[in-house]
C-alpha cells in the first residue's frame, strides 16, 4: 500500500517557524516529485510547494516565497517544509502529495492536483496569538 503521513502541525504563534515532514511507506521517494499543499476553512485547496524527483528543482506560492523551504531526504524517504516567519493567514491543513518524475519544473503545472497520484491525510497547523 502506498502510503504518505504528514507531521509537524500544531499551534504556533505569529513569528515562530514550524517542520513539516512527509513520509512515505510503501514505496520510495527517489522518482516522486512531492508537493505541499494547504487548505484554508472555506476557502480552496492552493498550492504551496513542490520540489523535483531530483531535488533540482523547487517552486513556492508568491505567498509564502522567502519564508517556507522545501527539502528532501530520499536516503530517509522524507520531505520536509520549514517555515518560518509564520502568519496567521497561514492557517490550514497542510497536506503532501506524491507525483511522477517530471512533475515540478518550474510550469504553470506545477501545483495542478490532477498531476498528483497519492497524498497524505493532513496536519493541522494554526498561526494564532
Known amino acids: 500500500q502506498l502510503q504518505l503521513v504528514e507531521s509537524g502541525g500544531g499551534l504556533v504563534q505569529p513569528g515562530g517557524s514550524l517542520r513539516l515532514s512527509c513520509a512515505a511507506s510503501?514505496?520510495?521517494?527517489?522518482?516522486?516529485?512531492i508537493g505541499w499543499f494547504r487548505q484554508a476553512p472555506g476557502k480552496e485547496r492552493e498550492g504551496v510547494s513542490c520540489?523535483?524527483?531530483?531535488?533540482?528543482?523547487?517552486n513556492y506560492a508568491d505567498s509564502v516565497k522567502g519564508r517556507f523551504t522545501i527539502s528532501r531526504d530520499n536516503a530517509k524517504n522524507m520531505v520536509y517544509l520549514q517555515m518560518n516567519s509564520l502568519k496567521p493567514e497561514d492557517t490550514a491543513i497542510y497536506y503532501c502529495?506524491?507525483?511522477?518524475?517530471?512533475?515540478?519544473?518550474?510550469?504553470?503545472?506545477?501545483?495542478?492536483?490532477?498531476?498528483?497520484?497519492?497524498w497524505g491525510q493532513g496536519t493541522q497547523v494554526t498561526v494564532s496569538s
Open positions: 510503501g514505496f520510495t521517494l527517489d522518482y516522486y516529485a
Open positions: 520540489i523535483s524527483a531530483s531535488g533540482g528543482s523547487t
Open positions: 502529495a506524491a507525483a511522477g518524475v517530471g512533475v515540478c519544473t518550474n510550469s504553470d503545472y506545477d501545483f495542478d492536483e490532477l498531476g498528483y497520484d497519492y
